[in-house]
């Protein structure tokens, strides 16, 4: 498998807190599936928003297909490869209906608002709710809302996944949804979650931060 993402001697922290990473070295490979577990604070986010450029290393690199991301250009390049769920469904959903915000990103790519609105349709039917296509946003619970936000990551057709607690907020149903889909979606993705069970469903092998570092889960 050849090397999708790359963090190369990477070090972050927050100000005035312990560092998180340290001379970090990790890679996700095409087609490989990793669950991350941990504890708050151990840095599960953060590693998330290094990937996406939200935060920037103190020191080290982010390369894509081994090349060193930090032009705008390249930034918009990665963000185009990899598409982020975010934890926290309301900081991605900001358009008035569920179809306008799953078009969004469709938009961005520069397809005419006929091939946006397609692309929408077919993210939603993937995740089972293409019935809430019209329905404000506004109106919809938590759970559905995490689903509209990963149905507006789907719909710009990403390589590759990233998915910050992607359960939180789904009753049973809608869990075993997810835990079903993403192994048919055969995307290439990182899950961060504390649920060690939904990890083993959705990816092939679990890591955890300890110390600064990604390691293999201890049995």
Known sequence: MADLLTLENVTFGYPGRPKLFE??????????????LGPNGSGKT??????????????????????RVES????????????????????QLFSSTVLEDVAFGPLNLGLS?????QRAMEALQCVGIEDFAHRPIHE???????????????????KALLLDEPTTFLDEAAK???????????????????????LAKTTGHIVTIEDGQIRPLRS
């Open 176 to 198: 075993r949804r997810i835990a079903n889909l993403l192994p048919e979606l055969g995307a290439t993705r990182i899950v961060v979650s504390h649920d060690s069970d939904f």
């Open 113 to 117: 608002r006929f091939d946006a609105r």
């Open 23 to 36: 001379n970090l070295h990790f890679t996700l490979r095409d087609g490989e599936a990793i669950g991350l």
């Open 46 to 67: 953060s590693l998330l928003r290094l990937v996406m450029g939200l935060e920037r290393p103190e020191e080290g690199l982010i390369l894509l297909h081994g090349k």
């Open 72 to 91: 705008a250009d390249e930034w918009r390049t990665l963000r185009c490869t990899i598409g982020l769920v975010l934890q926290n469904s309301d900081e």
């Open 140 to 158: 919809l619970s938590g759970g559905e809302k995490k689903l509209i936000a990963l149905a507006s990551v789907l719909s710009m057709r990403p």
